[in-house]
């Protein structure tokens, strides 16, 4: 299975977000140039988040993005379904409550040994990214060594 890039920088993004800026307003240019992902196509990815309830934004010069949620209640799996939508392995899969998930109809269908294959690999997959949040991925960068960059944008007055 491979991931657009739409899916793959949505998880980077959003993992800087809660890396860099915590609670704070992140703006756009700051993702991107962490990120080394276009601010264009970053806002339209950005779109799909705010949509799904992941991100929330704020005007002016202290505004940008920030997470809707707490890093512990946003999943992988959630930013996949914001960014691709209910990506399925194959067109012929069959969900756990019986609804058909594809795009043209099979002769096979129901008496297809690979159907079920794929429907299980689906189902693994998609387990494993729910289990899996941003605040996981921000205590592996803290695991790797990472460095978090302070806000350039706060200044210090004395």
């Known amino acids: 299975m491979k991931l657009s890039t739409k899916s793959r920088y949505g998880v980077r993004a959003l993992f800087d977000l809660a890396y860099n800026s915590g609670s704070l307003p992140s703006q756009i240019q700051d993702i991107s140039r962490r990120q080394d992902i276009s601010p264009r ?12 309830g992941i991100l929330t934004s704020k005007r002016g010069p202290k505004g940008g993005y920030c997470l809707a949620k707490k890093p512990e209640e946003i999943s992988v799996k959630d930013v996949l379904l914001a960014t691709e939508g209910a990506s399925l392995f ?4 069959v969900t756990n409550d019986g ?5 043209s109809d099979c002769a096979l269908n129901g008496c297809c040994v690979t ?3 794929w429907n ?3 189902t693994l997959i998609t387990d494993h990214f729910s289990k899996i949040t941003l605040k996981d991925l921000c ?3 803290h695991g790797l060594g990472l460095k978090q960059e302070v806000d350039h944008r706060v200044m210090y007055f004395i």
């Not at 609804?99 to 795009?103: A, L, S």
Request: hydrophobic share 35%; charged share 40%.
């Open 99 to 103: 609804r058909k998930k594809r795009k």
């Open 41 to 52: 196509y970053l806002e339209q990815i950005f779109q799909n988040l705010k949509k799904a």
């Open 120 to 122: 299980d690999a689906n």
């Open 115 to 117: 159907q079920t294959l």
């Open 139 to 141: 205590e592996r960068a």
């Open 90 to 93: 194959v067109d012929c899969i």
